[in-house]
């Protein structure tokens, strides 16, 4: 039953082929399994999600079961969950149980799903391979010495591996897409505002946007309609109508206008990685799309942009961890300055030190004005392009990431070539545009993602260009060996 | 205060609390007073995750503020953090406005002893929160920490280097202190530090262009204390200039106990605040028609106030300004006036004996031992020469004293005026009879005499005779 999708399970809920309890259990057992070896979750919540099984299936006896009741789900540490311990990965909260839930926690928890779990990730979401966790890195599903991508390796491997169907995740700079694309599952970021940030811990305010990584496009659209929408919490979220995801699925694409990013296929792409896009561009082609090619001249900038502007606000968000009110605090601090400077030498690993040392840096009387402001005017630039390009096309096309995962190890001592990971992904999140990857094809056995991004708002086209590629593959059903059922109970 | 040959220059920050009902970027109450940390929720303690909504009280405050000393309200304006470590301020980072304030470029108009008017010029007023509190008593070696003040909405209003002396300070920081009562934004309350500024002061030479390296001097909470610590502070700096020193760019607090203000951190010293606009907040935007609904609800301003005084109750532009000091003084005032017909009467009797007697027992207008009421009918009293002014003084003494209405007192105490010419007569007759000897000099010239036969008659009528009448007849009769 773990291989089906959401949308299949909820189906044979409602036919009642097994019961939520039936199915929660099952995946408990599988998450507990498989946890040795992928190192997927940080916490597991069985009890609570019995507890919630229990209830969902008492809804379906009662007539009462909505289109998500008692589907499973994992959270990305990062969401905040009440009564359950809400790490992001650091040392710095691994004592900290939050008092409250994060809107997509509740939104989610309000529409009946269960809640399996809590995934690991990178510490603070800073990472591209998942290995700047306090817990240890998530192995990839499809090969154990490598890399699941980041920052929401958990969520992608969960997903990939089949021990939870769908799973919340963030984006700051790939952080959804990256790991999806690496896992061969499909992830989603929505445009920013489009889901609350609220009660999601803070790494770059102005980038970071919750979605979800899922096996499909259909079960992707079923979940941000319970996720998106304005909260008054969130002020930067936006008061704009949800449209119906599920509805606009199977739109045809006929006429559909798709821009390819000239600046990403550039030399830096794995050559193996761009046969499997052009590929995928062929089955749209197909399906009567029409390929353009588009120009984003500012996209190129758009890395050091980010590690200008990630960092500075990272290294305000992240100056409330001091030890004081909650989270880790040095043991007998001498004077206050002790207890700020062990606490957080302590409490953080060495990328989140190194972006709030960046930040700090780039926002310094005498650098702000050559760091932080101009790397304010390069993302306006970046913004226009993508404006321009969505003038001319519908949704733009490209490779997520430069190429497969990489072993572990491999990149942890070079922070500029695992920045580079993310060249592909960043610029949606510097405009602020929504955007996927889905799996479309396998490079050395190992899964590639096609990156489809479009217009502020945009996610109804985006599920739906998603979509129909997937009712004509079947990249996104194939599941890692050492996962299948008769291998992994 | 300052020597001869120098020049003081002063520029204050007022922080005024404005009155909202709950915090300016989460739900919790700003009550003053209740236990430490109990109007604090998961936004003011800084959780992983939470995020600040912007009460749209708190700008609407602002903006009242600002149409008030006639300044720039800006369509546009940009909440930024303010970066330092600090156990009271909980996120690390203070949301403040920065490049971007609210308010820009107004003025307020200060009265210098000499009567003269002066303007001084308002730089900006920004909206920001207040930080919460550290508590270091009864706790041995640990700090306590009360966040219940953390996230209270203050508007902080920056002035330009105008003010001249110590005394001007004073004046325009109490010329704030009125408008933003008027205003309702703020209750004012210094003690418990609604209402406080900072002093930014430097002295040069007579006639020099450029200002003197200035000192800041933190948290004052009192307008004498304003007053003694620039005194203190200009004359520290010229002692230090004259005897070759320099004054060094600082921070200074005053210590009300020592009278003096001593260095707290220098500019080396100082923080890099790294302001940067803060990304959980949108850009405040402030449509015209915003801003003239909030103008509408401008009240009648003190200075409006007082020249409406002035120029229809024919008051003095010292009188118009003491009783337009509070809106519930001038609304005392005028209550009185009204009641008692002579608006220049009210004003001698409320700006005076009632002022002076609020002031010895430290007490608002509202605390009041007597209403407008009670004290218009002492007035009437005067007016229709039942008593006299002075003997008004003595009723009004006991009526502070007591609690009772005038005309109980003047007739329990038979304080009535004798208006009866016969009455009059013979008590002058009796004087004149007694004091032979001063009736002579006066008759042969020595007018300054009649001061004393006016006392004799009083003192033998016990201060009852009506004043005027006694005049009249006094004269006629040592005339002879």
Redesign the interface.
């Given at each position: 039953m773990h291989t089906s999708t959401l949308a299949e399970l909820a189906r044979k809920l409602r036919a009642k082929e097994f019961s939520v309890t039936e199915l929660t259990k099952t995946l408990l057992k599988r998450i507990e399994t498989s946890q040795p070896k992928l190192n997927a979750f940080i916490s597991v919540t069985g009890e609570q999600a019995l507890e919630r099984a229990a209830a969902a299936d008492a809804a379906f006896a009662a007539g009462k079961a909505g289109p998500l009741t008692g589907l499973p789900l994992a959270h990305k540490d990062i969401f905040c969950t009440r009564g359950v311990k809400t790490s992001c990965g650091s040392r710095m909260l691994d004592n900290f149980v939050s008092p409250y839930d994060a809107t997509v926690v509740e939104k989610l928890e309000a529409a009946g799903m269960v809640t399996l779990g809590k995934t690991n990730m990178d510490e603070f979401a800073m990472g591209s391979s998942n290995e700047t966790s306090w817990y240890g890195p998530v192995r990839n599903p499809w090969d154990p010495k490598l890399v699941p991508g980041g920052s929401s390796g958990g969520s992608a491997a969960a997903v990939a591996a089949r021990v939870a169907p769908v799973a919340t995740a963030t984006d700051t700079g790939g952080s959804i897409r990256q790991p999806a694309s690496l896992c061969g599952v499909t992830g989603i970021k929505p445009t920013y505002g489009r889901v609350s940030r609220y009660g999601m811990i803070a790494f770059a305010s102005s980038l970071d946007q919750g979605g979800l990584i899922s096996q499909t496009a259909e079960d992707a659209a079923l979940v941000l309609q319970a996720m998106a929408g304005f909260d008054p919490r969130d002020s930067t979220s936006v008061d704009t109508p949800v449209p119906n995801y599920v509805a606009g699925l199977d739109a045809p694409l006929a006429g559909l206008k798709i821009g390819l990013i000239k600046e990403f296929f550039d030399k830096g792409l794995d050559a193996s990685v761009e046969k499997c896009i052009r590929e995928a561009l062929v089955v749209y082609e197909k399906l009567g799309a029409k390929l353009v090619e588009v120009k984003l001249p500012a996209l190129p900038l758009s890395v050091p942009t980010y590690y200008v502007v990630a960092p500075a606000e990272c290294s305000s968000n992240l100056a409330r961890f001091d030890g004081v009110r909650y989270g880790h605090r040095a043991k007998d601090p001498k004077d206050l300055m002790d207890l700020y400077k062990r606490s957080r030498g302590e409490g953080f690993g060495a990328e989140v030190k190194r972006r709030i040392m960046t930040g700090t840096y780039v926002l310094s009387a005498g650098y702000y004005d050559a760091y932080y402001l101009k790397a304010q005017r390069v993302r306006q630039l970046i913004n226009q392009d993508f404006k321009r390009a969505f003038g001319e096309v519908d949704v733009l096309m490209g490779p997520t990431a430069p190429d497969v995962a990489f072993e572990i190890g491999a990149k942890a001592s070079d922070p500029i070539q695992m920045y580079l990971n993310d060249i592909y992904t960043i610029g949606a999140n510097l405009a602020g545009v929504p955007a996927m990857s889905i799996p479309c094809g396998f490079v050395r056995e190992l899964p590639v993602g096609l990156q489809i991004c479009g217009p502020h708002f945009g996610e109804s086209k985006l599920l739906n260009v998603a979509h129909a590629y997937q009712k004509e593959t079947d990249w996104h059903r194939r599941m890692p060996a050492a996962y299948e059922p008769e291998v992994l109970s | 205060m300052s020597a001869a040959g120098w020049e003081t220059v002063i520029g204050l920050e007022i922080h005024a609390q404005l009155a909202t009902a709950s915090k300016i970027f989460s739900g919790s109450a700003t009550a003053y007073g209740a236990s430490p940390n109990s109007q604090a929720n998961?936004v003011d303690?800084?959780?992983?995750?939470?995020?600040?909504?912007?009460n749209q009280e708190a700008v609407r405050m602002a903006v009242k503020f600002g149409l008030a000393v006639d300044a720039t309200v800006a369509p546009r304006s940009v909440f930024a953090?303010k970066?330092y470590?600090y156990?009271d301020l909980?996120?690390?980072?203070q949301i403040s406005q920065y490049e971007l304030p609210v308010v820009a470029k107004g003025h307020l108009d200060i009265v210098l002893d000499d009567g003269t008017k002066k303007r001084i010029g308002i730089t900006r007023a920004h909206l920001e929160e207040d930080a919460g509190k550290s508590l270091h008593e009864g706790l041995p070696k640990q700090?306590g920490?009360d966040l219940n003040r953390a996230g209270t909405p203050l508007v902080e209003i920056v002035s330009e280097p105008d003010m001249r002396s110590a005394k001007e300070a004073v004046a325009y920081l109490k010329k704030v202190h009125t408008l933003v009562r008027y205003l309702e934004i703020c209750d004012g309350n210094m003690q418990e530090g609604s209402f406080r500024c900072d002093a930014n002061v430097s002295v040069r030479r007579v006639g020099a262009e450029k200002f003197g390296t200035r000192a800041e001097i933190k948290n004052i909470n009192s307008f004498r204390f304003v007053e003694k610590a620039i005194n203190y502070e200009v004359a520290r700096q010229i002692d230090l200039l004259e005897s070759g020193g320099k004054v060094v760019q600082e921070t200074r607090l005053y210590d009300p106990d020592k009278g003096e203000t001593r260095s707290m951190r220098s500019k080396e010293e100082a923080n890099?605040y790294?302001?940067?606009p803060d990304?959980?907040?949108?850009p405040v935007e402030l449509d015209a028609a915003f801003i003239e609904a909030v103008r509408k609800t401008l009240p009648e301003l003190p200075d409006q106030k007082a020249a409406r005084f002035v120029a229809t109750l024919g008051l003095s532009e010292y009188d118009a300004g003491v009783l337009t000091s509070s809106k519930e003084l001038a609304a005392y005032y005028e209550e009185v006036a009204r009641l008692v017909g002579q608006p220049k009467l009210a004003a001698n009797w409320v700006a005076g004996s009632l002022a002076a007697a609020l002031n010895e027992h430290n007490l608002e207008i509202t605390e009041s031992r007597i209403d407008a009421k009670r004290f218009a009918g002492l007035l009437g009293r005067i007016v229709d020469n039942t008593i006299s002014g002075k003997i008004a003084k003595d009723v009004f003494e006991a009526m502070w004293a007591e609690g009772k209405d005038a005309d109980a007192i003047i007739e329990s105490r038979g304080l009535k005026q004798i208006t009866d010419t016969g009455a009059i007569e013979k008590a002058i007759d009796e004087v004149m009879a007694k004091n032979p000897g001063q009736l002579a000099d006066y008759r042969s010239g020595k007018d300054k005499l009649f001061g004393f036969f006016v006392g004799q008659v009083m003192k033998a009528t016990g201060g009852k005779a009506n004043p005027a009448q006694l005049n009249e007849l006094l004269k006629k009769k040592l005339a002879g």
């Amino acid at each position: 039953m773990h291989t089906s999708t959401l949308a299949e399970l909820a189906r044979k809920l409602r036919a009642k082929e097994f019961s939520v309890t039936e199915l929660t259990k099952t995946l408990l057992k599988r998450i507990e399994t498989s946890q040795p070896k992928l190192n997927a979750f940080i916490s597991v919540t069985g009890e609570q999600a019995l507890e919630r099984a229990a209830a969902a299936d008492a809804a379906f006896a009662a007539g009462k079961a909505g289109p998500l009741t008692g589907l499973p789900l994992a959270h990305k540490d990062i969401f905040c969950t009440r009564g359950v311990k809400t790490s992001c990965g650091s040392r710095m909260l691994d004592n900290f149980v939050s008092p409250y839930d994060a809107t997509v926690v509740e939104k989610l928890e309000a529409a009946g799903m269960v809640t399996l779990g809590k995934t690991n990730m990178d510490e603070f979401a800073m990472g591209s391979s998942n290995e700047t966790s306090w817990y240890g890195p998530v192995r990839n599903p499809w090969d154990p010495k490598l890399v699941p991508g980041g920052s929401s390796g958990g969520s992608a491997a969960a997903v990939a591996a089949r021990v939870a169907p769908v799973a919340t995740a963030t984006d700051t700079g790939g952080s959804i897409r990256q790991p999806a694309s690496l896992c061969g599952v499909t992830g989603i970021k929505p445009t920013y505002g489009r889901v609350s940030r609220y009660g999601m811990i803070a790494f770059a305010s102005s980038l970071d946007q919750g979605g979800l990584i899922s096996q499909t496009a259909e079960d992707a659209a079923l979940v941000l309609q319970a996720m998106a929408g304005f909260d008054p919490r969130d002020s930067t979220s936006v008061d704009t109508p949800v449209p119906n995801y599920v509805a606009g699925l199977d739109a045809p694409l006929a006429g559909l206008k798709i821009g390819l990013i000239k600046e990403f296929f550039d030399k830096g792409l794995d050559a193996s990685v761009e046969k499997c896009i052009r590929e995928a561009l062929v089955v749209y082609e197909k399906l009567g799309a029409k390929l353009v090619e588009v120009k984003l001249p500012a996209l190129p900038l758009s890395v050091p942009t980010y590690y200008v502007v990630a960092p500075a606000e990272c290294s305000s968000n992240l100056a409330r961890f001091d030890g004081v009110r909650y989270g880790h605090r040095a043991k007998d601090p001498k004077d206050l300055m002790d207890l700020y400077k062990r606490s957080r030498g302590e409490g953080f690993g060495a990328e989140v030190k190194r972006r709030i040392m960046t930040g700090t840096y780039v926002l310094s009387a005498g650098y702000y004005d050559a760091y932080y402001l101009k790397a304010q005017r390069v993302r306006q630039l970046i913004n226009q392009d993508f404006k321009r390009a969505f003038g001319e096309v519908d949704v733009l096309m490209g490779p997520t990431a430069p190429d497969v995962a990489f072993e572990i190890g491999a990149k942890a001592s070079d922070p500029i070539q695992m920045y580079l990971n993310d060249i592909y992904t960043i610029g949606a999140n510097l405009a602020g545009v929504p955007a996927m990857s889905i799996p479309c094809g396998f490079v050395r056995e190992l899964p590639v993602g096609l990156q489809i991004c479009g217009p502020h708002f945009g996610e109804s086209k985006l599920l739906n260009v998603a979509h129909a590629y997937q009712k004509e593959t079947d990249w996104h059903r194939r599941m890692p060996a050492a996962y299948e059922p008769e291998v992994l109970s | 205060m300052s020597a001869a040959g120098w020049e003081t220059v002063i520029g204050l920050e007022i922080h005024a609390q404005l009155a909202t009902a709950s915090k300016i970027f989460s739900g919790s109450a700003t009550a003053y007073g209740a236990s430490p940390n109990s109007q604090a929720n998961l936004v003011d303690l800084a959780y992983p995750g939470v995020l600040p909504v912007l009460n749209q009280e708190a700008v609407r405050m602002a903006v009242k503020f600002g149409l008030a000393v006639d300044a720039t309200v800006a369509p546009r304006s940009v909440f930024a953090r303010k970066n330092y470590f600090y156990p009271d301020l909980p996120k690390g980072y203070q949301i403040s406005q920065y490049e971007l304030p609210v308010v820009a470029k107004g003025h307020l108009d200060i009265v210098l002893d000499d009567g003269t008017k002066k303007r001084i010029g308002i730089t900006r007023a920004h909206l920001e929160e207040d930080a919460g509190k550290s508590l270091h008593e009864g706790l041995p070696k640990q700090s306590g920490i009360d966040l219940n003040r953390a996230g209270t909405p203050l508007v902080e209003i920056v002035s330009e280097p105008d003010m001249r002396s110590a005394k001007e300070a004073v004046a325009y920081l109490k010329k704030v202190h009125t408008l933003v009562r008027y205003l309702e934004i703020c209750d004012g309350n210094m003690q418990e530090g609604s209402f406080r500024c900072d002093a930014n002061v430097s002295v040069r030479r007579v006639g020099a262009e450029k200002f003197g390296t200035r000192a800041e001097i933190k948290n004052i909470n009192s307008f004498r204390f304003v007053e003694k610590a620039i005194n203190y502070e200009v004359a520290r700096q010229i002692d230090l200039l004259e005897s070759g020193g320099k004054v060094v760019q600082e921070t200074r607090l005053y210590d009300p106990d020592k009278g003096e203000t001593r260095s707290m951190r220098s500019k080396e010293e100082a923080n890099d605040y790294r302001y940067f606009p803060d990304p959980d907040l949108l850009p405040v935007e402030l449509d015209a028609a915003f801003i003239e609904a909030v103008r509408k609800t401008l009240p009648e301003l003190p200075d409006q106030k007082a020249a409406r005084f002035v120029a229809t109750l024919g008051l003095s532009e010292y009188d118009a300004g003491v009783l337009t000091s509070s809106k519930e003084l001038a609304a005392y005032y005028e209550e009185v006036a009204r009641l008692v017909g002579q608006p220049k009467l009210a004003a001698n009797w409320v700006a005076g004996s009632l002022a002076a007697a609020l002031n010895e027992h430290n007490l608002e207008i509202t605390e009041s031992r007597i209403d407008a009421k009670r004290f218009a009918g002492l007035l009437g009293r005067i007016v229709d020469n039942t008593i006299s002014g002075k003997i008004a003084k003595d009723v009004f003494e006991a009526m502070w004293a007591e609690g009772k209405d005038a005309d109980a007192i003047i007739e329990s105490r038979g304080l009535k005026q004798i208006t009866d010419t016969g009455a009059i007569e013979k008590a002058i007759d009796e004087v004149m009879a007694k004091n032979p000897g001063q009736l002579a000099d006066y008759r042969s010239g020595k007018d300054k005499l009649f001061g004393f036969f006016v006392g004799q008659v009083m003192k033998a009528t016990g201060g009852k005779a009506n004043p005027a009448q006694l005049n009249e007849l006094l004269k006629k009769k040592l005339a002879g």
